[in-house]
């Protein structure tokens, strides 16, 4: 037990920066880490982590074999203290499985004794993977993914990857609570690479005839989805919750009908033959690079450039091409979509428009023109809000066109050219030593920095706004009789229901420390809602539904430009 100890204690003093140490102190916390349920017993080998002030890396321990730990020499602050282990969910002080770590306050020189750990089980999904004639299939890979929460993008998040032993079986551990996609992945390394031909008897004939023959089809090893299809959006999803432990999740790999793809872009091959094409999955999807990437390739021709797409798996796709401007011309953009049920496409065109362009100017708050060095080395960005960057297998390109950073003047005017119609965030980036910060990007009345915009056309007189002020709202929640709420949450959300969104800078939540104080930092000003919670979800806080039955109970909140505010709540009444 104690080699254990000293050897996590020396790997992390091992990434401290030379000359940085954690501050000294004389306080101490000491605890416990158990499992959870009715028969509670000590956890011993997990590592404990506390972080907070003065402590820039942390600190780890171990748990001994009574589940003990303790951490000495702390200055007085604001620490979290929490607890991982294989097989098991993480575990934060205070804390149900999945929520945020309850801050404990500790005092110049204080001794906390009560820092209990309790440390979940964590879900187990395990099946058996067959071949079409029923046999094991050893060897292939088996990933699970967790279906993203909704307004997210949607591509399945990785949550955990085996491969199956000699029985076809395989078993998949440390999952959290959640709803997840099984997929059975293509294994290179076992099946190999490129499609299976698929031949009639007639075309068998016509080439021991010696006459010119051409396969059916051409299949593949495709992703296999539980409990059995090759598409995405026919997967079943599975609903775990904690210790939950799934068994006799069978399915049977089988090879799938591959679609071949032709298409043109038309137009100049002098203008089109430079032109980068993009290949991309729709609707709920696995990551670029992740399962069966389509093979590519093309020609330029006299009208345009042909393109070929070979091996694409079932789903709903996009081709897009982007064109670079030549010799000062604007840059182009053409898009289709199409359906792969295993019929080939033939006929795919791409015609090439003019891509759009975002522009407008940056005003300073409080400030008359552009204060000096508040502009130096400024840029606008956009941001695809898809999650997706770009990346390639081979000759495939896939993930969204590259947009340049849009370069603004002295005057304060910016633009943004070359833009592929897409929906972006719109990100501002100004010199950090300014101490100016985007305070609003609006948009035809609209601050897109709110939530994503589309941009599918030309768009003008876009109004940057740029603050020094930040704004603080904190406070302490107390019972009737004056002690300390401890463990609750702060939801903090706007008054203006079209801002309740599944993504947004306005609607957030902090957790009481041991003292019940809790703060929020970098609220946009407006109006808010907030309230106090004996639990909550992050998912819960996306759900338009859920955040209007909290309006009863909530307090109503107005911040101002740079306002430090302090509001304090009290339990059973405001």
């Known amino acids: 037990m104690t080699h254990g ?19 000294q102190g004389t306080g101490v916390l000491r605890g416990h880490v158990v499992s959870a349920g009715t028969d509670s017993k000590p956890v011993r080998r997990a590592l404990v982590t506390v972080t907070g002030e003065g402590l820039p890396f942390g600190r780890t321990t171990v748990s001994g074999d009574d589940g003990a730990f303790v951490f000495d020499g702390l200055s007085a602050g604001r620490f979290v203290v929490r607890a991982t282990k294989a097989a098991h969910l993480p575990a934060r002080f205070g804390a149900r499985p ?125 992703p296999i989805y539980f409990p059995g299809s090759a598409s995405p959006q026919d997967a079943v999803p599975i609903r775990l919750g904690v210790g939950d432990e799934r068994a006799g999740l069978d399915f049977t790999m089988a090879m799938t009908r591959m679609t071949r793809v032709e298409g043109v872009l038309i137009g100049n091959p002098e203008v089109v033959g430079s032109a980068r094409i993009f290949w991309n999955a729709s609707g709920l999807r696995l990551e670029p690079l992740v399962g069966l990437t389509p093979v590519f390739t093309t020609r330029t021709t006299p009208t345009g450039k042909e393109f070929t797409y070979t091996g694409v798996p079932p789903g709903v796709f996009s081709v897009t091409a982007q064109i670079a401007g030549q010799a000062g011309g604007d840059a182009q953009w ?15 065109v791409l015609t090439p428009q003019p891509a759009v362009q975002l522009s407008g100017r940056i005003v300073f708050e409080g400030v008359e023109g552009v204060p000096p060095g508040a502009l130096a080395g400024a840029t606008v960005r956009v941001r695809a809000a898809n999650g997706m960057g770009q990346s390639a297998s081979g000759s495939t390109v896939m993930g969204n066109p590259m947009v340049p950073a849009g370069q603004v003047a002295e005057t304060g005017a910016f633009e943004v050219r070359g833009i592929v119609p ?48 930040k704004t603080k709202l904190s406070g302490r929640i107390t019972t009737p009789d004056g002690a300390p709420g401890t463990s609750l949450f702060i939801a903090v959300f706007p008054q203006d229901q079209s801002l309740w969104r599944p993504v947004g800078r306005r609607t957030t939540s902090a957790r009481a420390d041991t003292d019940g104080r809790w703060v929020i930092e970098f609220l946009p000003p407006g109006d808010y809602f907030v309230v106090a919670l004996t639990d909550v979800m992050p998912d819960e806080l996306s759900d338009p539904t859920f955040l209007a039955q909290l309006v009863p109970s909530a307090l109503r909140v107005t911040l101002a430009p740079g306002e430090q505010r302090t509001q304090d709540l009290r339990i059973g009444g405001q």
């Open 422 to 469: 897409e929906t972006f965030f719109v990100d501002v980036v100004a010199p950090k030593a300014s101490g100016w910060i985007p305070q609003s990007v609006v948009v035809n009345g609209t601050d897109v920095l709110d939530g994503p915009i589309a941009i599918d056309r030309d768009i003008t007189d876009v109004v940057v706004t740029m603050s020094r002020q």
């Open 334 to 348: 053409a898009r289709a979509s199409f359906q792969s049920s295993g019929q080939d496409v033939i006929d795919l």
């Open 98 to 222: 999945g929520r945020p770590a309850v801050p404990i306050q500790l005092g110049v020189g204080e001794t906390r004794a009560d820092v209990l750990l309790t440390m979940a089980a964590a879900a187990v999904v395990a099946g058996t993977v067959r071949t079409p004639t029923a046999e094991p299939a050893a060897g292939v890979d088996v990933a699970i993914f967790r279906v993203p929460r909704p307004g997210q993008d949607l591509h399945l998040i990785p949550s955990g990857r085996t491969t199956t032993d000699d029985r076809g079986m395989y078993r998949v551990f440390d999952l959290a609570p959640g709803d997840y996609v099984i997929v059975a992945l293509l294994n290179r390394s076992v099946v190999g690479n490129g499609d299976a031909a698929v031949w009639t008897s007639e075309d068998v004939d016509r080439m021991l005839k010696g006459e010119p023959a051409t396969p059916e089809s051409r299949v593949s090893w495709a």
């Open 5 to 23: 100890r000293v050897m996590v204690v020396s790997l992390v003093m091992s990434l401290l920066a030379p000359g940085v140490a954690w501050a």
